[in-house]
């Protein structure tokens, strides 16, 4: 390992560690956001509810409300590299248990297993992109992983729809790839042939990890994952109360957009979710990730909250549309929500953080917690779908994003976003 100290001002940048984390981000995204195409499939192999089928994403987002906290203090105590290799390690596992025993009950416990690594992950990478990229370039790196992130997302679908197809013939492809891949996964499951493409990336990660050096990260007492002192002092507080509850709702909306949109198209338009239903989520997440620049954008020239508020209210458009509209607009309103939804994350977390004084390393544990509404809102969708219709289930959204719309009205930041307009509102010096 690199034992090179890190100093507050004088750090060495590492250019290779930068890239490593954006690569890290790609495979987590990868393994994460397959969730929803492949949920019609789950439906129909297994023959569950909609409930039932809403249980495999909440064991997978719930590890982030188990896990993210704890592995504030895995990080503290061994560091980030075998942190790091561990977490893929445990994806991997999970990968292959499912692989190999392809049932719904072996499920449950794998995507548990494969979110556990995941949530881990996310804890230990941000502190190495703000040592390896600078703080002073951390918001910069940060909104460049979120596109990576998000063109991982966008890639997803379509290799799950690449492969359930080409593998319903394998015997007519030449290719020798797609051959074994239908060897190893039953016939009546070609979707599951992507839990091998997972266990094979996570141990490419988990080699690749372990040739790598690291820098040593240095955190200040504010950066830390925090004690119980810390946590408990930030628990008495409503406002960490209220922005917990917001990103519990934000990442529901996003998961609970995704994960039914394939289902949706299917029940309610009669479109194949192996094609044009994989393909609606893929360009949910990659409008979400195109979403970033405008974002970007729009954050230099106005103020946060308006652009949250400006968000959501587009968001709700959408969703609109999406529910009641025509096929020909549904199957465009619904990744068009991504388009709206990629702004309000980076928002969130920059007006919570910046509305505490203290603390903040611990308050970014309890926020990672929040991910979990990735487990919850998809359940009750499901749940609601199941007694009432999916498409009252999915109406479910107007509440979480009503939820995030409201902190563009109640939020106080101590610093607000720099935009052009605050800038040249600052009174220049006489003469």
Same mark, same amino acid.
């Given at each position: ?236 507080? #409503? ?33 194949? #979710? ?60 619904? #990744? ?9 994350? #980076? ?85």
């Amino acid at each position: 390992m690199n034992t090179t100290v890190i100093e507050k001002k004088l750090v060495p940048r590492n250019r290779s560690m930068v890239g490593m984390v954006f690569l890290v981000f790609f495979v987590m995204s990868l393994l994460t956001n397959i969730l929803g195409p492949i949920v019609p499939d789950i439906i129909a192999s297994f023959g569950v509810s909609l409930a039932a089928a809403a249980l495999l994403p909440f064991s997978f987002f719930i590890a982030y409300g188990v896990m993210s906290i704890p592995a504030g203090f895995l990080v503290e105590r061994f560091t980030e590299k075998p942190v790091m290799m561990f977490a893929f390690l445990a994806a991997a596992v999970g990968s292959l248990s499912f692989a190999l025993y392809p049932t719904y009950q072996v499920a449950v416990i794998s995507l548990f297993v494969m979110g556990s690594g995941m949530a881990t992950l996310q804890v230990a990478i941000n502190p190495l992109l703000r040592v390896a990229g600078g703080e002073e370039h951390f918001a910069f790196n940060s909104a460049f992983a979120q596109l990576i992130f998000g063109s991982a997302s966008f890639v997803s679908p379509r290799i799950y729809s690449y492969l359930v197809v080409n593998l319903e013939s394998p015997s007519l492809t030449p290719n020798p790839f797609l051959r074994v891949l239908a060897r190893l996964t039953p016939p009546h499951l070609p979707w599951a042939s992507m839990y091998w493409i997972f266990a094979g990336a996570a141990l490419l990660m988990v080699m690749v990890l372990m040739f790598f050096r690291f820098p040593r990260v240095h955190r200040t007492e504010e950066e830390q994952a925090g004690s119980l002192q810390m946590y408990s002092s930030l628990l008495r507080k #409503p406002i960490v109360w209220l922005y917990f509850v917001s990103v519990f709702a934000y990442v529901g909306s996003e998961q609970g957009t995704a994960d039914w949109i394939s289902k949706f198209l299917a029940r309610y338009h009669g479109f194949d #979710p192996h094609t044009t239903g994989a393909s609606a989520v893929s360009w949910f997440w990659g409008l979400l990730t195109a979403g970033c620049f405008l974002g970007m954008l729009l954050l230099k020239l106005f103020d946060s909250r308006q652009v949250l508020i400006g968000a959501c209210a587009g968001a709700f458009v959408c969703l609109t549309i999406a529910l009641f509209g025509p096929a020909s607009l549904s199957i465009v309103a619904f #990744p068009a929500i991504g388009l709206f939804a990629s702004v309000m994350w #980076p928002i969130l977390v920059s007006l919570s953080l910046n509305s505490v004084s203290e603390y903040h390393g611990a308050f970014a544990g309890i926020l990672s917690t929040g991910i979990m509404g990735g487990a919850v809102v998809p359940v009750v969708i499901g749940r609601i779908g199941d007694v009432a219709g999916l498409r009252a289930g999915v109406s479910f959204l107007y509440l979480t994003f009503g939820i995030v719309l409201a902190v563009g009205f109640w939020a106080r930041p101590m610093i607000r976003n720099a935009t052009v307009q605050l800038k040249r509102a600052v009174p220049q010096p006489s003469a």
